[in-house]
């Protein structure tokens, strides 16, 4: 069952490269509250010689039982991030998903997905805690049996 969610958009930004062999550079570099109406478009929201920067709304962040443990991570790491996952189409940078946990943006990694991480803006930090206070369990830590073979010999005395 999920927790309560968030409605964000994700910021990309395209820069101009002075490079040979690649002429431009897309990267998501912010997220913010969401209050557009579903569907809405991808629009520009700034635009200069060097850069163009996309506002691409309709994402929701979702908080689940199960990734409690990656919310912890992330969480209490030096910078908490959210992660979106984004391609290139056409010739533009575009969000797919985005997620708080450090294993679903690992898992989605592994997979060869393009992750980057974008700061998680203050006032999340302290939503994604309370939740992570109320669901996160860590799991006991278990004493470990020593195999026989570690335990040594039973040698007679001579």
């Given at each position: 069952?999920?927790?309560p969610?968030?409605?964000?958009?994700?910021?990309?930004?395209?820069?101009?490269?002075?490079?040979?062999?690649?002429?431009?550079?897309?990267?998501?570099?912010?997220?913010?509250?969401?209050?557009?109406?579903?569907?809405?478009?991808?629009?520009?929201?700034?635009?200069?010689?060097?850069?163009?920067?996309?506002?691409?709304?309709?994402?929701?962040?979702?908080?689940?039982?199960?990734?409690?443990?990656?919310?912890?991570?992330?969480?209490?790491?030096?910078?908490?991030?959210?992660f979106?996952?984004?391609?290139?189409?056409?010739?533009?940078?575009?969000?797919q998903?985005?997620?708080?946990?450090?294993?679903?943006a690992?898992?989605?990694?592994?997979?060869?997905?393009?992750v980057d991480?974008?700061?998680?803006?203050?006032?999340?930090?302290?939503?994604?805690?309370?939740?992570?206070?109320?669901?996160?369990?860590?799991?006991?830590?278990?004493?470990?049996?020593?195999?026989?073979s570690?335990?040594?010999?039973?040698?007679?005395?001579?």
């Open positions: 069952m999920p927790y969610n968030l409605a964000i958009a994700v910021v990309m930004e395209r820069t101009q490269l002075d490079n040979r062999w690649q002429s431009e550079k897309w990267e998501p570099i912010g997220v913010l509250a969401d209050s557009s109406g579903p569907g809405s478009a991808a629009r520009v929201l700034r635009q200069d010689s060097v850069s163009t920067q996309w506002l691409h709304p309709g994402f929701k962040l979702e908080l689940f039982h199960d990734e409690s443990e990656g919310y912890y991570l992330n969480l209490y790491s030096p910078q908490p991030y959210v979106v996952n984004w391609l290139e189409e056409d010739g533009k940078g575009v969000p998903s985005v997620t708080v946990s450090y294993n679903e690992a898992r989605q990694m592994d997979g060869g997905a393009r991480g974008v700061p998680m803006p203050a006032e999340w930090i302290s939503w994604l805690a309370e939740y992570v206070e109320k669901h996160y369990k860590p799991e006991p830590k278990k004493k470990r049996s020593r195999p026989p570690f335990k040594g010999a039973k040698r007679d005395a001579a």
